[in-house]
Nanobody, 115 residues
Framework: QVQLVESGGGWVQAGGSLRLSCAAS????????MSWYRQAPGKQRELVAT???????NYADSVKGRFTISADNAKNTVYLQMNSLKPEDTAVYYC?????????WGQGTQVTVSS
């Protein structure tokens, strides 16, 4: 079982920055990837960014050049640095951990960007 705890969400004005953190604990075997997703009110959950065990990184087109995903393996933590935030980035952001034996989600952290 893997537990994920997100933090770092909050309110920010358009153009501002936030950094989200996702701390993983538990049975962290054979990590394949960790990802950030988001879900805005009335919309489907969408993939924002992924970092793989081989340090490959992928981003949704809507956040390329503004968001950066990174990981601190010693702390079992993944980060999402979000710059130049826009009102359309407002959503609940979720962390996902995919391993050889699990597919786990955090409970989410709210990000609100005002115009």
């Amino acid at each position: 079982q893997v537990q994920l705890v997100e933090s770092g969400g909050g309110w920010v004005q358009a153009g501002g920055s936030l950094r989200l953190s996702c701390a993983a604990s538990g049975r962290l075997f054979s990590i394949l990837s960790m990802s950030w997703y988001r879900q805005a009110p009335g919309k489907q959950r969408e993939l924002v960014a992924t970092i793989t065990s081989g340090d490959g990184r992928n981003y949704a087109d809507s956040v390329k050049g503004r968001f950066t995903i990174s990981a601190d393996n010693a702390k079992n933590t993944v980060y999402l640095q979000m710059n130049s935030l826009k009102p359309e980035d407002t959503a609940v952001y979720y962390c996902r951990h995919r391993g050889a034996y699990d597919d786990s989600w955090g409970q989410g952290t709210q990000v609100t960007v005002s115009s």
